[in-house]
């Protein structure tokens, strides 16, 4: 969240009051008889007269935030405690939330994840919580300054082969044999059926467009968003949201969607909530497309809706830390487009997110999470450190896996919980991270130090790159941040040009600053700007990040 500049000044003998970049001019065409004294005195009378305009940017502004965290299936009323007792704190910027409408209730297998991705109607209804407390999480993470951005399922509704029955969590009739969901409601005009042309009515060959558009997604029975009444209750369930004070929205399964039907449903949503928001803002997009190169349905179809997931991201930088096929550190130089990567204003980025670290959706080996915790956090410290796209980090939890040969066992295994299905709390260990099968990555030290460090460091180009040609490698943010990497074999020693102020510096990722001392390593910058960076091979953490706040 960037402060609202604004600022008072002469163009062309008019006086004009601008604000982010947007010009009204008051007094025009002054006459060449005003004396400069006489402008001053005009100019000091509308700065008095604007006072109340300019004092929230002139006393204090809010701190930029620039990372949201997906904290995947937790209750809504664990989300708005997390928001208050540890998000805003720590500057996050806001908080992806599991698909919030009335789902599927499935006992077989018991209760997976992915139930939630099977909707029923657009009642505010789920495992997270009912609608008020949903309302309350809302209210109280904006109020600290986080904010809440919906998985919107909209591209389809439940399995064709789920039946029929009050099967819905808030128990809702349905009929997905006959296409009939009174609670929206839909009925078989709604759906694609007819336009579908494959035999099972899903998608047979992802290389024909039409066909990943048209036909069902994994039995998932497929909205007709062409249609003005399926538009219309798609927007109608937004528009709840953002009346609410919901500041945006991930678009499931958006790959499935015209991109111009996205167009115009968006078209239909309100602006954001002025409790909260600035008057004419705009919900913030961002859009599930899978496009790993060379496939018919491509990113760049969907720029003009919103920010697009970027999933070549992870798998291209897992890649690189596993060593695989001759990559490199060194190779990430040239980070960014040249990878074949969307423009940066376009990407949203993550190192893994909840089908991917389960194998699922552009999944793969190179995938890294939390399971290779050591790589994982190289990874999202690159990812946090470097400018480009704008980044989302993953809150998990633990499900069966044999740990020995890297295999998950029940992946579908849904969030912890109690015997009625119930989720869990999320319990907080004394030690601040995370009990009852919770992992939450976002609360590690160093991924939380790193959400800081992108805070700071935001805006800046990269500076002062440095390689061995090899595995150990160190960039500068234009003298805000430093950040150095050593995954080689061997023990990194290098003394380095970091444009910061000279003094003793706290790394974040070994510690903390605490008042006048530091709780981990330090680094001693020179009058130069240069300073000396040692990190062993073996380091549990092989890397070191300083920036201008952690100054002691």
């Known amino acids: 969240m960037l402060p609202l500049k604004w600022e008072l000044r002469w163009a062309s003998g008019n006086l004009c009051f601008s604000i982010q970049q947007k010009c009204k001019c008051f007094l025009r065409k002054l006459p060449p008889c005003v004396s400069d004294n006489m402008k001053s005195l005009l100019l000091l009378l509308l700065l008095a007269a604007f006072g109340l305009a300019w004092s929230p940017y002139s006393s204090n502004p809010r701190p930029l935030r620039t990372s949201v965290v997906h904290l995947f299936e937790w209750r809504w009323v664990d989300v708005a405690l997390e928001c208050e007792r540890y998000l805003a704190p720590n500057g996050f910027a806001g908080v992806q939330v599991s698909p919030p409408n009335e789902n599927l209730v499935i006992l077989n297998p018991w209760r997976p994840w992915w139930e939630r991705y099977q909707p029923i109607s657009y009642k505010l209804c789920s495992r997270s919580g009912s609608e008020n407390e949903f309302r309350d999480m809302v209210t109280r993470c904006n109020n600290v300054g986080v904010h809440i951005y919906v998985d919107a399922v909209i591209n389809h509704m439940c399995s064709s082969g789920a039946g029929s029955g009050s099967g819905g969590i808030c128990g809702s009739f349905f009929n997905a044999g006959m ?10 005009f709604d759906f694609n059926d007819r336009i579908c042309k494959t035999a099972s009515g899903d998608i047979e060959n992802y290389s024909d ?12 029975v497929d909205l007709a968003q062409g249609r003005e009444d399926v538009r219309s209750k798609i927007a109608e369930y937004m528009n709840h949201l953002i009346d609410i004070g919901v500041a945006g929205f991930r678009i499931d399964a958006a790959k499935h969607i015209w991109p111009e039907d996205i167009n115009v449903i968006l078209s239909k949503v309100n602006n954001l909530n002025t409790r909260w928001f600035i008057k004419g803002s705009r919900p913030f997009i ?15 179809e969907y720029f003009r809706n919103g920010r697009v997931t970027e999933f070549k991201y992870g798998i291209q930088l897992g890649t690189v830390l596993h060593k695989w096929n001759g990559a490199k550190m060194a190779d990430l130089k040239s980070w960014g487009e040249s990878w074949n990567m969307m423009p940066s204003d376009k990407a949203i980025v993550f190192i893994d997110n909840h089908d991917n670290q389960r194998g699922h959706g552009a999944g793969g080996a190179s995938i890294l999470t939390f399971w290779n915790p050591r790589l994982y956090k190289m990874a999202v410290a690159f990812m946090l450190a470097h400018p480009y796209g704008f980044t989302r980090i993953m809150s998990s939890y633990r499900w069966p896996r044999d740990i020995q040969h890297g295999k998950d066992l029940n992946d579908w295994v849904g969030p912890p919980s109690n015997s009625d299905g119930t989720i869990k709390p999320v319990e907080i260990n004394p030690d601040g991270t995370c009990g009852n099968n919770w992992i939450c990555e976002h609360r590690w030290n160093q991924i939380r130090s790193m959400v800081v460090f992108r805070n700071i460091v935001y805006g800046q180009p990269i500076t002062d790159w440095w390689d061995n040609n090899n595995n150990q490698v160190a960039f500068g943010c234009n003298g805000k941040g430093f950040i150095v990497f050593n995954n080689d074999n061997r023990n990194l020693s290098v003394i380095l040009p970091t444009r910061l102020p000279a003094g003793v510096y706290c790394d974040v990722i070994s510690g903390q600053k605490d008042g006048s001392l530091c709780t981990g390593t330090q680094v001693h910058v020179a009058a130069n700007g240069t300073a000396r960076f040692q990190i062993n091979s073996q380091a549990e953490d092989p890397f070191i990040a300083i920036h201008v706040e952690a100054k002691l």
């Open 179 to 188: 296409r009939d969901f009174p609670a929206v409601p839909y009925s078989s």
């Open 209 to 220: 467009p039409i066909q990943v558009r048209n036909c069902r997604l994994s039995g998932l």
């Open 286 to 300: 961002y859009q599930e497309v899978i496009d790993l190169g060379g496939e018919a349905v491509q990113s760049s």
